[in-house]
């Protein structure tokens, strides 16, 4: 059974840093890309940034480009997301999600998800 574990949500004031982590595991996990997305309270899932596990290529959102950075590390499996500059409108629990589709921006693209983690951003 494919895994995906979310860590390193937390409170921050506007402008500060997180940098979330999300595991992967599974016997027979294999996907060609991971994205992570967010999800604010009343609001639909939005997508945030992805990468393909291989060449590192990455794709973002507007409302975060030039202030989050995905990245990966294969070896262990594992997917960051460095978000910089944070804002209160970027309060959301975040998801981790794998996808067998490059440049895959909705959720049904996407075949597992983790748990998610909440990030707070204070005015």
């Known amino acids: 059974q494919v895994q995906l574990v979310e860590s390193g949500g937390g409170l921050v004031q506007a402008g500060g840093s997180l940098r979330l982590s999300c595991a992967a595991s599974?016997?027979?996990?294999?996907?060609?890309?991971m994205g992570w997305f967010r999800q604010a309270p009343g609001k639909e899932r939005e997508f945030v940034a992805a990468?393909?596990?291989?060449?590192?290529?990455?794709y973002y959102a507007d409302s975060v480009k030039g202030r989050f950075t995905i990245s990966r590390d294969n070896a262990k499996n594992t997917v960051s997301l460095q978000m910089n500059s944070l804002k209160p409108e970027d309060t959301a629990v975040y998801y981790c999600?794998?996808?067998?589709?490059?440049?895959?921006?909705?959720?049904?693209?996407?075949?597992?998800w983790g748990q998610g983690t909440q990030v707070t951003v204070s005015s």
């Open positions: 999600a794998s996808t067998n589709l490059w440049v895959a921006t909705w959720p049904h693209e996407y075949d597992y």
């Open positions: 599974g016997g027979t996990f294999s996907s060609y890309a």
């Open positions: 990468i393909i596990w291989s060449r590192g290529y990455t």
